[in-house]
């Protein structure tokens, strides 16, 4: 399944190292990714592949959001479908 992750907060040395991180160490594929700083603020979407994870969609939620608490930024984890059926007609 592919998912969308996002992370916005003050930035700081070590959240890309520490999210892709997180990501590698489960499996998680990286598909796309950009980073914009604005001013002082760090915002990074990336486009995820979760097909080999160890981890259930559930579980890789509760991970991202623990370390977005850990690094003073938020972390949301969203279902590529949520995009998808926005659009539909």
Sequence with gaps: MRAVVTVV???RTGI???VSGLLY???VNILDITQ???QDIFTMITLIDTTNSKLDFAE???ELEKVGDELGVAITLQQEDLF???HRI
């Design 60 to 62: 890789l939620k509760a």
């Design 16 to 18: 890309i190292a520490t």
């Design 36 to 38: 914009t700083i604005m």
């Design 9 to 11: 907060g003050k930035d």
């Design 25 to 27: 160490k489960n499996d």
């Design 84 to 86: 998808n059926s926005m």
